[in-house]
């Protein structure tokens, strides 16, 4: 048996413990750091955008076009930070983007006009998509070596920074000026960089067993199928239409609770809380879903979950049935978009996170105008049943794509010495030796 499947059993540092699986988890440990860093960041930036507004004297359409500049900022470089991923390695891009994302906190409470304002929010936006792609990148390559579906962790740890920052944020926002406050956080993120970065970078991305000398850490073939695009595709239509569900939230669930069901602000107001606390809770049993469900099964029933929550939350005529909606759907979608980003990573390495972020990223952009103008047309209940109608959809996509072949299947193609052919012929026999049940990349179960 392979000693990186002991990671579990062996006790790290004890008598007959592995030393790489005590590296791995020192690995696993500063990525999460990551991950949880970028969330306390952008977080912190989020809670201070009203004080921004007054202090440029931006109107409400001023603003929403200065935040443009965060979104195109994150498209523009995710589409570009697969190929540097490839190039310089995925811990290297992980690190310059924290760096860069923790400078950039400082730039906001400098500008004293919408356009200048714009203008920085591309170099924030630029870090912000940059150390997203990287760190997903990362994130794919350890679980191959752990050969353990842990994406969902990384993705609380995002959840959980996020909310500690959110939070932080506004408990200081009464006593600190918005400067006073963005310049902490660049230091508080450099300081975390300096301190887990030597250790993230001290790790070479870990290829699965049998295959060195990877630069990114992923084993992909060097000339993609167009079966294998398609996929990567597929799993980026799934992540678009669930981060469609998760703006949708974030801007209309605390207005549809006030308006059409007349609750009290700080009620309404907890609305969300209560949607991205089940998120997180559902991201920290993901690792324990896949493992007992399968891939297939739980995009399928996560995204069935979120739909049948929504439609309540939407349609629901009293406030508490409502709450309990919002809840469920954030427990259902929960693990979607992380596993579509890793699925979409472990086929085509740093491109296909890339392609993936990008289109989930393009979903979260599109939810709140969408159900902008949807409201306008129809009503605003009317509106959020297409956040359901999303997440049905994504667990269609799932379903139907459930016999779809993974790169391991194209060796055919590329030669029995392609990496993704012996990669999976690997895990298969070792999860065949173990009587494992697969995490298989195509989610047969």
């Not at 002991?6 to 690995?27: D, F």
């Not at 203008?119 to 752990?146: H, P, Q, R, T, W």
């Not at 980003?341 to 939810?367: E, F, I, N, Q």
Request: hydrophobic letters at 50%; proline letters at 6%.
């Amino acid at each position: 048996m392979p000693l990186l499947n002991k990671l579990r059993t062996a006790v790290p540092g004890g008598p007959g413990g592995n030393p790489a699986s005590v590296s791995l988890s020192r690995l696993r440990t500063a990525l999460t750091v990551f991950f949880a860093l970028d969330g306390f960041l952008f977080a912190g930036w989020v809670v201070r955008i009203p004080a921004i507004k007054e202090q440029t004297g931006s109107s409400a359409s001023d603003l929403g076009l200065a935040l443009l500049g965060v979104s195109a900022g994150a498209v523009i470089t995710m589409t570009l930070t697969g190929r540097l991923c490839r190039r310089l390695g995925s811990h290297a891009v992980t690190v310059g983007s924290a760096v860069l994302l923790s400078l950039s906190m400082a730039l906001p409470p400098l500008t004293h006009s919408a356009l200048a304002l714009g203008l920085v929010l591309l170099v924030f936006g630029a870090a912000y998509g940059g150390i997203n792609v990287a760190m997903n990148s990362a994130a794919v390559d350890l679980i191959a070596a752990l050969r353990r579906p842990v994406m969902p962790s990384f993705h609380a740890a995002f959840s959980l920074g996020g909310m500690l920052g959110a939070g932080l944020g506004g408990l200081v926002a009464g006593g600190l000026s918005p400067t006073s406050h963005l310049l902490a956080l660049t230091v508080l993120g450099l300081l975390v960089t300096a301190l887990a970065g030597p250790a993230l970078m001290a790790h070479r991305p870990p290829a699965p067993e049998g295959e060195e000398g990877v630069v990114s850490g992923t084993s992909v073939p060097a000339r993609l199928t167009g079966r294998t695009r398609n996929l990567v595709l597929l799993f980026g239509v799934i992540a678009l239409c669930t981060a469609y569900g998760e703006g949708a939230m974030a801007d209309w669930s605390a207005l549809h609770l006030e308006h059409d069901l007349h609750a009290h602000p700080g009620v309404a107001a907890a609305g969300y809380s209560l949607f991205a606390l089940a998120m997180t809770a559902g991201r920290l049993t993901g690792t324990l879903l896949l493992e007992r469900l399968g891939l297939t099964r739980t995009l399928v029933a996560g995204g069935a979950t979120a739909a049948a929550g929504m439609l309540l939350g939407a349609l629901a005529p009293t406030v508490w049935l409502a709450l309990l909606g919002f809840t469920v759907a954030g427990l259902g979608l929960a693990n979607i978009f992380p596993v579509a980003v890793g699925r979409a990573g472990a086929l085509a390495g740093p491109g296909g996170v890339a392609a993936a972020s990008t289109l989930g990223y393009g979903g979260m952009l599109l939810g709140p105008p969408a159900i902008g103008f949807l409201a306008d047309w129809f009503s605003l209940p009317v509106a959020l049943t297409t956040v359901a109608a999303l997440a049905a959809g994504a667990a269609l996509i799932a379903f139907c794509a459930r016999h779809a072949s993974a790169p391991g299947t194209e060796v055919a193609r590329h030669g029995p010495g392609s990496g993704s052919g012996r990669v999976a012929s690997a895990v298969g026999r070792v999860r065949a030796r173990r009587g494992e049940r697969a995490v298989s990349p195509s989610a047969a179960e």
